[in-house]
């Protein structure tokens, strides 16, 4: 992320707003946005200066997010914004070609169905004009939004969707603002008939494939389907139903409802959880993960669940993997207020699940039928973390065993083609003094290169 210039654009808003109060007010605004505590003397656009320039660039995002919410600039402006804080999070790559290929699509068909709706989409993703303010004053529209009301509202065959996708600026567009636009388009609110939203993605997908990326059903609201665009290569078609974790020992389960995938703990139910509500596009982050546990456990306090969550699922860490332990303290304590809001860590999370042994299975066992860790992150991804000891590649005398090891390599290529990203930590640096360090540096890289925020 280029902080420096983010930092350039930022400063005038934040110092500019020494007019939206009282010199006693400003600590309040400051609060607000995440800005340090301004000092008590000087004129308010030397406090806010003072406070602006003591920010860490780390906490640049997370006011400029605010910002964007609270003191919304002029359009420009917020979309040098946005692309700068999109810049780190990973979206599938829309070379200008195909996206002229999804407009030459579009030429032929209904752009909305709700024309009030399509109109607020274009507001937020793109710059009308720079006449914002005869606007809001009760003016009539200029520039490009005036264009828009007269070539696509009144008379929609003056501009196909080619033409519109021109003047918005979309082919030279970051792909992070031209898959939004996308999503908006096939959303509920600017198509407020499924019908209508499953012909639109079944339009754009054709061409978008061929550059590997599609529009995929990932949630739904109001009864409506949300699209969302992904990547063909890194995400599962499916959705979680049965998450069983927290369990080393194999657990005593069955189907009380085949029908409705209803999974019963029959034995020793406090050796394992089952966790039983839907998982969305977001994926699964502690805040679900500890609302879930407060409310089955029947714990009022918010402080009481989460120790006591955090507790439960280390306790299910096998005893003697000290180095699975540190990887799992490492997370908490490197991202510390963080966590609510990120993936959350699931250990001992079953992927496979036979009520025979693997010996009476035979040769149509299943294999890695437990995962160490499991994340499930944002729209799909799913990512598997293990850790290696001596019985991932040796026999029980310390020697080298091919076999084991070619089956462990053999279901690592099984699960990543199953859609799963599978990263492997050898025990032995874990047990190093940067352990921590290093585990922290690499859940910074894996959120940075999914775009989960970390701050």
Not at 64 to 81: D, E, F, W, Y
Not at 277 to 284: A, E, K, M, T
Not at 396 to 412: E, I, P
């Amino acid at each position: 992320m280029d902080y420096a210039r983010l930092r350039n654009l930022l400063e005038p808003l934040v110092t500019g707003l020494k007019d939206a109060g009282t010199h006693t007010m400003l600590p309040v605004l400051c609060e607000e946005l995440g800005l340090p505590v301004p000092a008590a003397d000087g004129s308010k656009r030397e406090r806010m200066t003072a406070s602006f320039n003591a920010l860490a660039d780390a906490d640049l995002p997370s006011v400029a997010r605010k910002l964007l919410i609270r003191h919304p600039p002029s359009a420009t402006t917020r979309n040098q914004i946005q692309d700068i804080l999109w810049s780190d999070s990973p979206c599938p790559p829309i070379p200008k070609r195909y996206r002229r290929e999804v407009a030459r699509r579009l030429n032929s068909e209904e752009l909305y169905g709700d024309a009030r709706r399509f109109d607020e989409l274009l507001e937020r993703l793109w710059i009308l004009d720079a006449g914002d303010w005869m606007c809001l004053l009760g003016g009539k529209p200029t520039g490009l939004r005036a264009e828009i009301q007269q070539h696509v509202h009144r008379n929609p065959e003056d501009w196909p969707a080619e033409v519109l996708f021109d003047q918005l600026g979309a082919y030279d567009a970051s792909d992070r603002r031209f898959a939004l636009f996308l999503e908006g388009l096939a959303s509920a609110d600017v198509r407020p008939d499924e019908a209508a939203q499953r012909h639109f993605v079944a339009c754009v997908n054709e061409p978008l494939r061929s550059c590997g990326a599609e529009l995929r059903e990932t949630d739904s609201e109001g009864g409506y389907p949300i699209f969302s665009l992904v990547s063909l290569h890194a995400a599962t078609k499916g959705r979680p139903k049965n998450l069983i974790f927290a369990s080393p020992d194999k657990p005593d389960l069955r189907f009380r409802d085949a029908l409705d995938n209803d999974v019963e703990i029959v034995t020793n139910a406090d050796k394992v959880l089952v966790y039983d509500r839907p998982i969305g596009n977001v994926g699964l982050r502690w805040n679900d993960l500890q609302q879930w546990w407060a409310e089955a456990e029947q714990i009022s306090d918010a402080t009481q669940a989460k120790r006591s969550l955090y507790a439960r699922l280390k306790a299910s860490l096998p005893r003697n993997s000290p180095p699975q332990t540190l990887l799992f303290d490492a997370f908490f304590e490197g991202f510390r207020s963080a966590v609510p809001n990120l993936p959350a860590l699931l250990p001992e999370v079953w992927l496979h699940w036979d009520p025979r042994t693997v010996k009476a299975r035979g040769p149509d066992a299943l294999l890695r039928f437990r995962m160490d860790f499991l994340l499930l992150l944002p729209q799909g991804v799913r990512v598997v973390i293990e850790v290696d000891g001596k019985h991932h590649y040796a026999d029980s005398t310390g020697s080298a065993d091919v076999q084991r090891y070619s089956q462990m390599v053999k279901a690592d290529r099984e699960l990543k083609l199953a859609g799963y990203e599978v990263f492997r930590f050898g025990a032995a640096e874990l047990q190093v003094p940067t352990a921590k360090a290093d585990v922290k540096a690499f859940f910074e890289a894996l959120f940075k290169r999914y775009g989960v925020l970390t701050n």
